[in-house]
Each structure stands twice: as structure tokens, then as C-alpha cells.
């Protein structure tokens, strides 16, 4: 594709900036429960979630591997613990090859360097923050109880952002959906998982950022 008019690179966190998805998945089953047993079904149900706010991700645990309905105040109970053991497991996560030189790069190039999540914002600049990607960004933007595609909506209205001239990198196929939603040009990032098996219409997938980079940009980055 041409990529001449690129001017926002807008990046999911997880799984592209940050090599978080195990951790993450961990974490949510501590969030349900001690039991190893579930917390190993919960762990595997969750990596299949990919490019899901927290919310849908809490409820369609519950539903399918868990079994039952919430009980009074429990999805508030499952998001507050999520929220404690998640913010852990980001700390601890390391960042994904490269990623710290692609935005570098960008930022040499004059292009907008944007971080979205489905991650509360004040968590994730925390943890943006400890992984020294703050000044590597230009703007970081948080998720809640909302679907992705409603974020990446929302941002590129308010900032009045043209979406032929954005790149979107995520590793979901719900990253995928929020971009046809948004009509801005994907990057798909798959270390092997096999995630975009059967969808088109998107560049890659890719690796990592570093891959992304050398082959739409022609970047000249080592390898970690």
C-alpha cells in the first residue's frame, strides 16, 4: 500500500507494545478464581479474546467457562481484581522487540505516535510510563466498558484526524473490526498464533513492530 500520506500510527498496547498477552491471561484467572483447574481454562479462553475490552472480557468468562450468572456485585468484584493483578502483570511484562526503536523512528519522521487501549487510561500511562514509552508517544488513550472500535471512533473524532492518513497496528481481530469500523488502514502483529487465518484485507501479518517497520517504512533496525 502507499504509505506516503501516513501521518498518526495509532498502536494497541498489549501483545504490540508490550509482551503482556500470558501475563494478562494469568492475571484474569486470579481474578476469578484460586482454583488452578479453572484458572487454567479462564487463562486459555482468554487468549482467544483478543482485541476485546475488559468488560466483554469479564462477561464472556463468566458465561463460558465459569458457567453461571454473576452474583450481586461480582463483575464489579472480577474488573477491581482484574484491574489490581493486570496492572502487575504489565509491570513485569517486557516490552516487545523493537518497539521502542519504531517509535523512535516515527517520531524522526514527523509521524503521530498515538497508544490506544482497552486498558483504563490511568493504568496504562502508569505502565507506559514504567517501560519508558512516554516520550515515545505523543498521545496515550485509555479504554473502559466500551468496544475498541468505539475508542478509535471517538479519538479520531476528537482530534479531527483524517483516517485515510492513519495506521492502525494491533494483534486482534477485534483490532481488526475497530479499524474496518473506522475505515483506517490495519497492521496485523501475529508472532505465530495463527489470529488473522482467513480475514484480508489488511498489511502483514507481522511478526513485531520491528518486521512492521522495516517492510511498510523501510526502516533499518537491528534485531534485540
Given at each position: 500500500m502507499?504509505?506516503?500520506?501516513?501521518e498518526v500510527c495509532i498502536f494497541d498496547v498489549n501483545g504490540v507494545l508490550i509482551d503482556s498477552n500470558a501475563a494478562n491471561a494469568a492475571a484474569m484467572a486470579r481474578a476469578f478464581t484460586d482454583d488452578p483447574a479453572i484458572q487454567e481454562r479462564v487463562a486459555e479462553f482468554y487468549l482467544e479474546l483478543t482485541g476485546i475490552d475488559r468488560g466483554e472480557k469479564i462477561r464472556l468468562i463468566q458465561r463460558h467457562v465459569i458457567g453461571k450468572p454473576f452474583g450481586e456485585r461480582e463483575f464489579d468484584l472480577r474488573w477491581a481484581n482484574f484491574g489490581r493483578f493486570g496492572r502487575l502483570?504489565?509491570?513485569?511484562?517486557p516490552p516487545t522487540r523493537g518497539s521502542r526503536e519504531v517509535l523512535a523512528e516515527l517520531g524522526a519522521r514527523k509521524i503521530r505516535?498515538?497508544?490506544?487501549?482497552?486498558?483504563?487510561v490511568v493504568e496504562l500511562q502508569e505502565v507506559l510510563t514504567a517501560h519508558r514509552f512516554d516520550s515515545l508517544l505523543d498521545l496515550v488513550r485509555g479504554g473502559g466498558d466500551w468496544p475498541k472500535r468505539e475508542s478509535l471512533v471517538r479519538l479520531l473524532r476528537e482530534l479531527h484526524l483524517d483516517a485515510n492518513r492513519c495506521f492502525f497496528v494491533g494483534d486482534g481481530k477485534g483490532d481488526l473490526a475497530a479499524a474496518r469500523y473506522a475505515d483506517v488502514s490495519f497492521a496485523a502483529i501475529d508472532p505465530g498464533r495463527g489470529e488473522f487465518e482467513g480475514?484480508?484485507?489488511?498489511?502483514?501479518?507481522?511478526?513485531?513492530?520491528?518486521?512492521?517497520?522495516?517492510e511498510t517504512f523501510?526502516?533499518?533496525?537491528?534485531s534485540n
Open positions: 502507499d504509505i506516503s500520506g501516513i502483570s504489565m509491570f513485569e511484562a505516535r498515538i497508544a490506544l487501549s482497552n486498558t483504563p480475514e484480508d484485507g489488511f498489511s502483514g501479518p507481522y511478526r513485531d513492530l520491528i518486521d512492521w517497520g522495516r523501510g526502516f533499518r533496525l537491528q
